[in-house]
């Protein structure tokens, strides 16, 4: 299974029920995509933990889900690499995610990041999944 199809998920579900956290495996592409959906005011905090398994320590990542009178700051998410098809895209081929109210989430080579700073570094890549 896509690792980062598994979070958007979890986040997704976790928010449909009104958690107030969510718990994802640790890794280091999916601790970068949760800091930047942290810094774009989707999630209110992103914590890395350990805890105690049987034979060894386990990391997660604490996500703490972002609302606002009731509702999530996540309207919807649309995955647009998977493992069967990836999607690359030059930096003039960046556009905006809804008319400027969603965020498009790249993994050039500089690391992962959003469209817009994408386009202004001028870096292309794979574009992963757009979220508004």
Known sequence: MDPISDMLTRITNAQAVRHERV???FSNVKFSI?????????????????????TADVEWLDLVLRYSNGLGAISGIRQMSRPSRHLY??????????????????????GVM??????????????????W
């Open 23 to 25: 718990g994802v495996p």
């Open 34 to 54: 949760a800091k930047l959906l942290k810094e774009s005011g989707y999630l209110t905090e992103v914590e890395r933990r350990t805890k105690k398994a049987k």
């Open 89 to 110: 895209l030059k930096a003039h081929d960046i556009k905006p995610v809804r008319s400027g109210y969603g965020l498009s989430v790249i993994s050039t080579s500089k």
């Open 114 to 131: 959003t469209g817009t700073a994408a386009r202004k570094a001028r870096l292309g890549g794979e574009l992963l999944f757009e979220i």
